[in-house]
């Protein structure tokens, strides 16, 4: 299947500072790709759609200003989680698809957020 | 928007046994249905999945109900082993691959 991977698998950051997650898919072109949020022993929580050259789409109630996305190529998207607070901490997963429409949806192998 | 609930929550069967689980979504335009395993703290793996067009969809001992008219589809797994023990997601989506997904189930196979 096609791959699609996430950096930093892990990261811990202090409270006030920003962190930068990539999410790159290896072996296709993805205009879009899409990012969820997950709580320990939650579902996925779609955070917003990054769209290729264009702004992102987010959901209702994610802040747009402290979660980032830029989509500048058809390969990577990234998630920039500012001013992080201990609130922030979670698990980030981004997904994209081969192909548009009805079609598997490959997910990073996500990263795992701990503002201290 | 999309609205998916899925039961049980937790579920709990001897190895050997079937497994169950049921979702039902909202929007009647939604027209592909995907089912992830998630092992803890890796990413939700694919195991199954039905379109609109398909009542029923088989993979060995996976298999997929769906009835439209209802508005729900279900994940059965037989002759259930150790390795099946994960947490299982079902979702939906109207073709723009914005899955949105049910709260889960935690699935263990008792040996």
């Known amino acids: 299947g096609a791959v699609v991977s996430q950096h930093p698998s892990w990261v811990i950051c202090k409270s006030g500072t920003s962190v930068k997650i990539e999410c790159r898919s290896l072996?296709?072109?993805?205009?879009?790709m899409f990012w969820y949020r997950q709580f320990p022993k939650q579902s996925l929580m779609l955070m917003a759609t990054?769209?290729?050259?264009?702004?992102?789409?987010?959901e209702q109630g994610v802040e747009k200003d402290k979660f980032l996305i830029n989509h500048a190529s058809l390969t990577l998207s990234t998630l920039t989680v500012t001013s992080a607070h201990p609130e922030d901490s979670s698990f980030y997963i981004c997904?994209?698809?081969?192909?548009?429409?009805?079609?598997?949806?490959?997910f990073g192998q996500g990263t795992r957020l701990t503002v201290v | 928007g999309e609205n998916v609930e899925q039961h049980p929550s937790t579920l709990s069967v001897q190895e050997g046994d079937s497994a169950v689980i049921k979702c039902t979504y909202s929007?009647?335009?939604?027209?592909?249905f995907p089912w992830y395993k998630q092992e803890l703290g890796k990413r939700p793996q694919l195991i199954i999945d039905?379109?609109?067009?398909?009542g029923e969809k088989k993979d060995q001992r996976i298999a997929v109900t769906l009835n439209k008219t209802a508005k729900h589809f279900s994940l059965h797994i037989t002759e259930t082993q150790p390795e099946d023990s994960a947490v299982y997601f079902c979702?939906?989506?109207?073709?723009?691959?914005?899955?949105?997904f049910g709260q889960g189930t935690r699935l263990t196979i008792n040996p």
């Open positions: 072996d296709f072109q993805a205009t879009t």
């Open positions: 997904s994209a698809s081969r192909h548009s429409g009805n079609t598997e949806a490959f």
């Open positions: 990054s769209n290729e050259g264009s702004k992102a789409t987010y």
């Open positions: 979702a939906a989506t109207q073709g723009a691959q914005k899955l949105v």
């Open positions: 039905i379109r609109s067009n398909v």
């Open positions: 929007d009647s335009a939604s027209n592909y």
